[in-house]
């Protein structure tokens, strides 16, 4: 039973719907890309489909549209993939529980995935009317553009004709994005030599954050997990002997770390020590929050006579002094733009081998020496604590273009149906357009898209009001691009 069928703009969401019952994690398209395919080969329409699965669409202009300069229409197929603890869903072969609550589509549990199949699903409508006036059309959908923008990485986009882009993989209504942050990923290898040791095992979970995108939300100075869990460590550890076995948790390094687990062998003497230590630690978070991480928790549990490969004292050490000394959260507001993050980073996600720990964090920055002075800093937290680093997936920012023809179309146009200017901006965060500009120079690219709240985390939902509007107003765009 289709589950959006009675809801505007149906021609939108009835696409929105069947992609949510494909699984289409970041690295996980190849369904969703075929997907694609055989809509087009439905439709009798031009496609190529290259080796990583990212498509590309075609479809003539309609009828005094014919000779117009084609425009592109560009999202991705991947979604992040987060669920709640304790949700059982597989993201490899469940379907996405959708429903309507409250004038939002959302998933039970789990990302929706608005981000950014509302884009591929307006596209997708476009491409498949009889009755909406365009120009011809280029639909470009990438894959992987979660974690590294590997689509964008690969593709080819010179048998595209169009120059002018629309990118609808922005999440606030009455927003032209017109610039991003470029990035890459850090990735802080720790050594670490174990020993046997006996005594009282502690596992420390703290949990329960809000999370979000670590760009679009970096700002609201929510709680990460990892930073909380180096400070509580070495807040037990100034006053007892502590031997690490683990420490681990976050999923991608673009969300906001919600919940960090550490694993730690302690005297048994210790253990009511290390308990009202993490006691005291999330009193002293509940009133530096302020009630802005309302669901927060830490919790300890003991196991006694228990032994284990831990982590020697030196090692122990030194992945504690990185986490509690690695930067994070924001570094700088833009100078020019009001209210804006100009540069920040976020340690996203920590895992533990038997011979290392490792610590990955993402870095954001609108102006690229402060990219180049966040991968010095970390090369010296790396440095002080005898790690490798590894700087991988580097992108270029997307910088402001004052001559945009197509933006100053969309103006005229969101002016003339809603009465009144739409904010004219830049994110912090990554956009497709900085990669895609780096292989073709002459495009001119706007980024747009309804209200989307709390993408990338399990409470993720889309306004559907505003999907309406912005569909009405994606179709008037295209009407005023003949």
């Given amino acids: 039973m289709a589950v959006l069928d009675q809801i505007q703009p149906k021609e939108v969401f009835r696409f929105f719907e069947e992609m949510s019952r494909i699984p289409h994690g970041t690295f996980d398209t190849k369904r969703i890309s075929d997907y694609c395919v055989e809509f087009a080969k439905e ?11 990212n498509i590309i669409i075609r479809k003539p202009g309609t009828e005094g549209y014919e000779d117009s300069e084609p425009v ?18 597989d993201f490899t072969k469940d379907p996405l529980e959708i429903y309507v609550e409250d004038g939002f589509v959302k998933a039970k549990d789990t990302t929706l995935g608005g981000d950014d199949c509302i884009a591929v699903a307006m596209a997708l409508a476009v491409l498949d009317s009889k009755d909406i006036p365009h120009p011809p059309i280029e639909a470009v959908f990438t894959v992987d553009e979660e974690v590294g923008m590997g689509g964008a990485n690969a593709i080819d986009l010179q048998s595209l004709k169009g120059k002018k882009l629309l990118n609808i993989d922005s999440d606030t209504e009455g927003i032209l994005t017109s610039g991003c942050a470029g990035g890459f990923r850090h990735d802080t290898i720790i050594p670490v030599t174990r020993v046997k040791k006996s005594g009282t095992l502690v596992e420390i979970k703290v949990h329960g954050l809000l999370g979000g995108h670590s760009g679009a939300e970096i700002h609201k100075q929510r ?12 807040h037990i550890s100034l006053n007892i002997p502590i031997s690490l076995i683990s ?32 006691e005291e630690m999330k009193k002293i978070w509940e009133y530096e929050f302020m009630g802005d991480e309302p669901a927060f928790a830490v919790d300890t549990s003991l196991t006694e006579s228990v032994t284990a490969d831990v982590c020697d004292e030196d090692s122990t050490g030194r992945v504690i ?8 959260g924001v570094q700088g507001f833009a100078r020019k733009l009001e209210n804006l993050v100009e540069t920040s980073l976020n340690l996203g996600v920590i895992v533990t081998e038997d011979t290392y720990v490792k610590a990955c964090s993402l870095v954001r920055s609108s102006v690229e020496s402060q990219k180049q002075r966040l991968k010095e800093e970390l090369g ?16 270029p920012a ?10 100053k179309i969309m103006e005229c146009t969101y002016k003339e149906m809603f009465g009144k200017a739409p904010a004219v901006s830049a994110i912090h965060a990554g956009l497709e357009c900085g990669l895609f500009l780096g292989k073709r120079p002459d495009l001119d690219c706007v980024s747009f898209g309804p209200n989307m709240l709390d993408i990338h985390s399990f409470h993720e939902r889309i306004d559907i009001a505003s999907t309406e509007r912005m569909w009405d107003y994606l179709k008037a765009v295209l009407s005023n691009l003949k």
């Fill in 72 to 89: 592109i229409i560009q999202g991705h197929l991947d979604m992040v993939c987060e669920k709640r603890p304790e949700s059982s869903h």
């Fill in 223 to 234: 709680g990460n997990a990892h930073k909380m869990m180096g400070r509580l460590l070495n």
């Fill in 398 to 407: 997307w910088q402001y273009n004052p001559d945009s023809e197509v933006r």
């Fill in 247 to 278: 420490i681990c948790g976050g999923a991608k390094d673009n969300v906001i770390a919600m919940e960090s687990t550490a694993k730690l062998m302690i005297d048994a003497d210790n253990a009511g020590g290390v308990c009202k230590a993490a």
């Fill in 43 to 53: 439709r009798n329409l031009d496609y190529t489909q290259d080796a990583v699965n």
């Fill in 380 to 395: 010296q937290c790396a440095k002080l604590v005898g790690a490798k680093t590894t700087v991988r997936s580097e992108y």
């Fill in 321 to 328: 002094s990185y986490i509690t000394i690695c930067p994070n």
